[in-house]
């Protein structure tokens, strides 16, 4: 059952606000809701990834955040949070061919070539910095 955009958009500003606030596991109880209306949201899956990054839930990061890539493949931070939770998880090969991939489908998101360009060097280097 999908609901309209304003409901839609009232209860990710809800969940973002959980998230500002550090009540993770709020936020995921109120996300998976969310996602069990509408599963095609890139936009819940992202912060899911967010929520379950900060609780380490790393494996389930990863899979909300791929989601959220697959779903919306313009998707910067997905892109990003992604690639470093394989950085995190010591997977230095996925985590470029991640970002690699992010990269040919966003030639011309100068952001996301930024990403390419510099994220597995930068936070490989100096560690997590969000």
Known sequence: MQINKLEYERRVDAATKYLANGK????????????????????AWLLLGIAKRRI????????????ATIINSSKIEAWGLLTMCLIDKGALNEAESV???AGRLNPYNPKIQFFRENLVRVYSKFGPFF
């Open 56 to 67: 380490e839930e790393l494996d389930d990061a990863i899979k909300c955040l791929k989601t």
């Open 24 to 43: 993770n596991f709020k936020a995921i109880k109120f996300l998976n809701k969310l996602l069990d209306k509408e599963p095609s949201n890139d936009e």
């Open 99 to 101: 970002i690699e991939k």
